[in-house]
């Protein structure tokens, strides 16, 4: 069963409170804790695991570690995911650094640059030049990528990564790219994210004031 994307936030709010009440020495969580910690009701939450083929016990609850287990089935965690980053800027650099990722399974394994200043084939995570991309992605069968370049050549970048085989992108660029359907595109704005808290910070400063 394939849920749609609020269903899924919601299931990475349930892994995070999860691993949570883990961390805190719990072994077993209600639908009733899981719905407290994800700010939704113990019945939306019931209804999200009935979605997803997971069986619930009103009386003994859910066992924390299998649910996990089941989560992370779900959610593509039970095996390294591997992913590229086309553009090694300072968004994509940063990406690249961030050591978080290898504790969720996830793997960015190559970047890809039209700079030649920024190609490093030798680096840790190493950044090669964007016209070898296609063949990187065939010969590595990478399935994930993300994008982090301009504006004017994001969507050429998209192109090039849905011919080679890429199924789901993340896209950082300043525009809203477009796909075909069966490749999945997340589009972060994060100017216009920035913008939004700017815009509530001022509304409630003029609120103070007043």
């Known amino acids: 069963m394939v849920g749609n994307k609020h269903?899924?936030?919601?299931?990475?709010?349930?892994?995070?409170?999860?691993?949570?009440f883990r961390i805190l020495g719990f072994k077993r969580v209600f639908s009733d804790n899981l719905a407290d910690a994800a700010d939704v009701t113990a019945a939306q939450v019931r209804k999200d695991f009935s979605l997803f083929g997971i069986p619930g016990n009103r009386r003994g609850g859910y066992q924390i570690d299998e649910l996990l287990s089941r989560l992370n089935s779900l959610l593509g965690k039970d095996v390294v995911q591997k992913v590229i980053i086309v553009g090694a800027g300072h968004i994509?650099?940063?990406?690249?650094?961030?050591?978080?990722?290898?504790?969720?399974g996830i793997q960015?394994?190559?970047?890809?640059?039209?700079?030649?200043?920024?190609?490093?084939r030798?680096?840790?995570?190493?950044?090669?030049?964007?016209?070898?991309?296609?063949?990187?992605?065939?010969?590595?069968?990478?399935?994930?990528?993300?994008?982090?370049?301009?504006?004017?050549?994001?969507?050429?970048?998209?192109?090039?990564?849905?011919?080679a085989g890429i199924k789901g992108v993340l896209n950082f660029a300043p525009v809203k790219l477009k796909g075909p359907d069966e490749v999945f595109i997340s589009n972060v704005d994060l100017l216009g994210e920035l913008e939004k808290v700017i815009y509530f910070v001022k509304s409630a400063e003029s609120r103070m004031v007043s």
């Open 7 to 20: 269903s899924i936030i919601r299931l990475l709010k349930y892994k995070s409170s999860l691993l949570r």
């Open 92 to 104: 994509g650099s940063a990406l690249m650094k961030y050591k978080g990722f290898d504790k969720e």
């Open 108 to 120: 960015i394994t190559a970047g890809f640059d039209i700079d030649p200043d920024k190609i490093q």
């Open 122 to 163: 030798e680096a840790e995570i190493p950044v090669y030049p964007f016209d070898e991309m296609k063949d990187y992605i065939k010969n590595n069968d990478i399935k994930i990528g993300i994008i982090s370049v301009t504006e004017m050549f994001a969507q050429h970048v998209l192109d090039g990564m849905v011919e």
